[in-house]
């Protein structure tokens, strides 16, 4: 990803970029804006590259041979997805929601294959029919939160992440979610005391931390970034995230981006 230019990029674009270097390309993983909700009839997610070919090869044929299996719809889906087919994987969803328009685990993965193709609305709207208000799954709202957030709606986000944490108390995707929403929004020490409380949750993944490395870089605080992305990141890949992080601040021509004290209300 090449830095946005300077005279276009506002301060928004600038974080929302800077969370998907450090999290999509640099450090390899996905942002947890693009969480999908773990399912029943999921596998485990490809590690790589061919292991998403062959889980693709694999669960393509066992779709081919039972259209009507849910559960090979959304693991030939997921597959496709870690191979960047996402307009494939959205038509196989499609076909599977048809057949199982009462599935949350079908809409649950169909809504997140829109999201990853850019279908906000449509995948917002799928979601949801994925789940009631009296039956609310958390996994679904956290997503619905990261769509939210794409869409630049991050107060509304934040109130999903509330509802989702309400269910699951500290959980470190949630709160991971939470606190990069807070730092869309430009609240950064909200964003960086969230994202330390994630990180010291049982089951949190090394994308967190960096998404707190990344929080704490925006406030200018390059050393202690690098220190922090490399618990988990390579040295080189830990000081090239905090390199592109400084280019792109020095092309907004030293933007110093407004911190908003956290709320009396405490909302989010």
């Not at 009507?68 to 076909?95: F, K, M």
């Not at 929601?97 to 279908?119: F, H, I, M, Q, T």
Request: overall charge neutral; glycine content about 6%.
């Amino acid at each position: 990803m090449s830095p946005l230019p300077a005279h276009r990029a506002r301060p928004a674009q600038l974080l929302a970029s800077a969370a998907l270097v450090l999290a999509l390309g640099l450090a390899g993983c996905k942002t947890t804006q693009s969480d999908p909700p773990a399912t029943s009839a999921m596998a485990a997610a490809p590690h790589d590259e061919a292991d998403a070919r062959d889980a693709a090869a694999a669960w393509g044929e066992r779709h081919q041979a039972n259209p009507d299996d849910p559960v090979a719809a959304i693991n030939y889906a997921q597959a496709l997805r870690a191979s960047g087919q996402r307009s494939q994987a959205v038509a196989v969803l499609e076909q599977a929601a048809l057949k199982n328009p009462k599935s949350s685990d079908v809409l649950g993965a169909y809504g997140r294959a829109l999201a990853d193709a850019g279908n906000y609305q449509q995948a917002l709207d799928v979601l949801n029919q994925a789940h009631s208000p009296d039956r609310p799954d958390w996994r679904i709202l956290n997503v619905q939160g990261a769509v939210l957030d794409q869409m630049g709606r991050h107060d509304e986000a934040q109130r999903y992440y509330a509802t989702a944490l309400k269910i699951v108390p500290d959980d470190p995707s949630v709160l991971s979610n939470l606190g990069l929403s807070y730092a869309l929004s430009r609240d950064l020490v909200r964003a960086e005391m969230t994202l330390r409380k994630a990180v010291t949750r049982l089951g949190a993944e090394p994308r967190v931390r960096q998404n707190l490395a990344l929080v704490v870089g925006l406030q200018g605080r390059f050393a202690e970034a690098e220190t922090i992305a490399r618990a988990d990141l390579p040295p080189d890949l830990a000081a090239a995230n905090v390199a592109y992080l400084r280019q792109m601040l020095a092309q907004q021509n030293q933007l110093q981006v407004p911190v908003a004290r956290p709320s009396k209300s405490g909302r989010g």
